[in-house]
């Protein structure tokens, strides 16, 4: 008798096919679905695999638009960076996912989900937390933080062994000593021989950019214009080719981006479950687009609103990375972000040349920019003598502190 439904988040790798015919061992009816968010992945071949594995049904669903428009516009419009560096290409990715796998447990009536997320790592949490959030009476099987799972399987090795032994087809060739998460706005590597953080990233890593080394010796001239802080078209300057649809706009950036060498980053990052970890990412489309926007969001966002906004976006990108998409402060901190780009609107021009992006220049409807007022040639409307009482009255607080710290000074001396 079975223990009832479960949808596993599948990739038809080794370790959710192991753990599709594992499911199975224990009693499950198992749905599998494999989201298309811009890997590249014979589609094909993974529904044939998990058909002849035993899953009761193989959802392939493409995700691309929405992951585009729902998911990665927000973090442009929030400038999101984790930590200074990380533009979070696969943490934005897990409630694009997670929300579908949710809407088809409830639609198939099943009463668990299942991933294939190690018990170290974020993308646990991040799964976890949009089905509890979107779905509150789902149960999570989490077969890498059970017990008699992790024991039975301390490696490749086993899980190898265990594929022969059930007929599940392994990978004929040799696998990559790294571990690597690929999507439409970035690919990640990770674990392996890139543990050593003092390691440098092997030549023939990166699949997504060219080494800026062997880059056109020609820059690409794009404009991007934007409205409400997302962009709605880009176009190459030199080609006189433009794209205008959200999911056309990013995969262009990520060509141009890639040929280019844009995007690239290595760094330690601290994992929201408390360890750090080593991470080598390339985002080649996301790095155009921050470097864009933030150019644009300048020249038309009142400075005091741009200041909060700042404080918002760091708040937003930690809410992400640590999978809070769906809480209720990373719902209000969005709309607030939102609200932020009413006017954020124009054009930038910029060049994308041997792995950087060269703001070239800016234009807008809505620019707070005011050529005659910041003219060093034409008085416009200001008086100068007026600075001189702003600064008299800015100096007052300075002249008092070092009064008092002058007093204090004095009085050390006397002791």
């Not at 949710?102 to 646990?124: C, L, M, P």
């Not at 290595?266 to 408390?274: A, S």
């Not at 901190?333 to 041997?354: P, W």
């Not at 005659?372 to 008092?400: H, K, T, W």
Request: one cysteine or more; hydrophobic letters at 35%; charged letters at 25%.
């Amino acid at each position: 008798m079975s223990k009832g439904t479960v949808v596993l988040a599948y990739s038809g790798g080794l370790d959710t096919s192991c753990i599709l015919v594992w499911l199975k061992e224990q009693g499950y009816d198992v749905i599998t679905f494999l989201a298309n968010i811009g890997q590249d992945e014979d589609f094909d071949a993974a529904r044939k695999k998990a058909e002849s594995l035993g899953a009761k049904k193989v959802f392939i669903e493409d995700l691309r638009s929405e992951f585009v428009e729902d998911f990665i516009w927000p973090t442009v419009q929030a400038n999101a960076v984790y930590e200074d560096r990380y533009l979070l290409g696969t943490a934005v990715a897990r409630p694009c996912i997670s929300r579908r796998q949710v809407e088809i447990a409830r639609r198939e009536g099943a009463q668990f989900v299942s991933h294939g997320a190690t018990g170290k790592g974020n993308d646990q949490i991040r799964f976890e937390l949009t089905c509890y959030a979107l779905y509150p009476e789902v149960e999570i099987i989490a077969p890498w933080r059970i017990p008699e799972f992790f024991n039975r399987f301390r490696g490749r090795k086993d899980l190898m062994e265990y594929a022969q032994q059930h007929g599940i087809p392994v990978p004929v060739t040799p696998r990559a000593p790294w571990s690597m998460d690929a999507n439409l706005m970035h690919i990640s590597y990770e674990s392996g021989i890139l543990e050593n953080p003092k390691s440098h990233a092997p030549a023939d890593l990166y699949l997504m950019t060219k080494n800026p080394e062997n880059s056109p010796n020609a820059p690409d001239v794009l404009e991007i214009e934007f409205r409400n802080g997302v962009p709605v078209k880009v176009t190459n300057e030199k080609e006189g080719t433009s794209k205008d649809s959200p999911l056309e706009i990013f995969s262009y950036l990520n060509v141009i981006g890639g040929k280019h060498g844009v995007g690239r980053i290595d760094i330690v990052e601290n994992r929201f479950i408390g360890m750090k970890s080593r991470g080598i990412y390339e985002t080649p489309g996301g790095t155009i687009l921050l470097k864009a926007h933030l150019d644009i969001e300048t020249f038309t966002m009142d400075k005091e609103v741009r200041r909060i906004k700042q404080g918002l976006g760091i708040k937003f990108s930690e809410l992400v990375y640590n999978g809070f998409w769906y809480s209720p402060e990373c719902d209000f901190v969005r709309h607030c972000i939102a609200k932020s780009q009413d006017n954020v609107e124009g054009k930038v021009q910029l060049s994308v040349f041997k792995g950087q992006v060269y703001i070239l220049g800016r234009e807008s409807s809505k620019s707070l920019y005011n050529e005659e007022l910041v003219s060093m040639d034409v008085q416009g409307d200001y008086d100068p003598c007026d600075a001189s009482g702003f600064i008299r009255i800015n100096a007052v607080r300075l002249r008092e502190h070092h009064r008092l710290q002058g007093l204090s000074g004095t009085n050390s001396a006397k002791k």
